[in-house]
């Protein structure tokens, strides 16, 4: 019973940070035209370069490891790339197309049944997987939020939205507690499956979105992100 209250208060925490993040975005007022522009590339950037770490160092190196390095994971992560590509071609027939927050998601739920799984199997890593989940809903939050009002959706119901998708972290979090601990094999084709829809979606759509004419500051923020991703590994070895 402790173990499945710890694994909700950390999923619970980390989806927190989807709503904290886009309450900053809609606090965020910057009267110059070009450095609010400037700002929000870079946020972008930022968030693209943690999905693009948490993918690199996080989801697809211990999906490797959950499925023995089996060559079947090639062709996990080729379907969810292209699983991804005709849901998002879907959405975008149907015009409820959202990449940021389609990346959002698609990051948020794999790793929080990863974290629930990691912790039924007793390893140290929980809290510093939690944490990297939280660091990378921040960004990922912000410019859900922005994409989203930027269609005329309200900034109210788009909180509400942020708010409502929280509980799918303990949600998540406690199927893999309770059901995925010995499941390595299922554990590693859903990570690897979110991995492939995860870079589906930031050289489609994410990336496309940073470059500003004349600044070129921007792109450093997917750098810093990867970097953040990367700190986590580092931090691990201690």
């Given at each position: 019973?402790?173990?499945?209250?710890?694994?909700?208060?950390?999923?619970?925490?980390?989806?927190?940070?989807?709503?904290?993040?886009?309450?900053?975005?809609?606090?965020?007022?910057?009267?110059?035209?070009?450095?609010?522009?400037?700002?929000?590339?870079?946020?972008?950037?930022?968030?693209?370069?943690?999905?693009?770490?948490?993918?690199?160092?996080?989801?697809?190196?211990?999906?490797?490891?959950?499925?023995?390095?089996?060559?079947?994971?090639?062709?996990?992560?080729?379907?969810?790339?292209?699983?991804?590509?005709w849901?998002?071609?879907?959405?975008?027939?149907?015009?409820?197309?959202?990449?940021?927050?389609?990346?959002?998601?698609?990051?948020?739920?794999?790793?929080?049944?990863?974290?629930?799984?990691?912790?039924?199997?007793?390893?140290?890593?929980?809290?510093?997987?939690?944490?990297?989940?939280?660091?990378q809903?921040?960004?990922?939050?912000?410019?859900?939020?922005?994409e989203?009002?930027?269609?005329?959706?309200?900034?109210?119901?788009?909180?509400?939205?942020?708010?409502?998708?929280?509980?799918?972290?303990?949600?998540?979090?406690?199927?893999?507690?309770s059901?995925?601990?010995?499941?390595?094999?299922?554990?590693?084709?859903?990570?690897?499956?979110?991995?492939?829809g995860?870079?589906?979606?930031?050289?489609?759509?994410?990336?496309?979105?940073?470059?500003?004419?004349?600044?070129?500051?921007?792109?450093?923020?997917?750098?810093?992100?990867?970097?953040?991703?990367?700190?986590?590994?580092?931090?691990?070895?201690?």
């Open positions: 019973m402790h173990g499945i209250l710890n694994i909700i208060l950390l999923t619970a925490a980390a989806g927190a940070c989807i709503p904290i993040g886009g309450l900053i975005a809609s606090q965020t007022r910057i009267q110059r035209h070009w450095l609010d522009e400037e700002f929000r590339h870079s946020i972008i950037a930022l968030g693209a370069g943690i999905l693009l770490g948490a993918v690199a160092i996080v989801l697809v190196p211990d999906a490797l490891e959950h499925m023995h390095h089996s060559p079947w994971a090639i062709g996990l992560l080729l379907s969810g790339g292209v699983i991804f590509y849901l998002e071609k879907y959405l975008d027939l149907h015009r409820h197309s959202a990449p940021q927050l389609t990346g959002m998601l698609l990051d948020y739920v794999p790793e929080s049944l990863a974290l629930g799984g990691i912790a039924a199997s007793g390893a140290d890593s929980t809290l510093l997987l939690a944490v990297l989940i939280g660091l809903n921040l960004p990922e939050g912000f410019n859900a939020f922005k989203l009002t930027d269609t005329g959706k309200s900034p109210k119901k788009v909180l509400l939205l942020m708010f409502a998708l929280v509980p799918l972290g303990p949600l998540f979090g406690f199927a893999g507690y059901t995925l601990g010995d499941q390595h094999g299922v554990l590693g084709g859903i990570m690897l499956l979110a991995s492939g995860i870079l589906y979606l930031i050289f489609q759509d994410i990336a496309p979105q940073i470059p500003i004419r004349k600044h070129r500051r921007p792109a450093l923020g997917a750098v810093i992100g990867f970097a953040i991703a990367m700190l986590g590994t580092v931090l691990s070895q201690y």
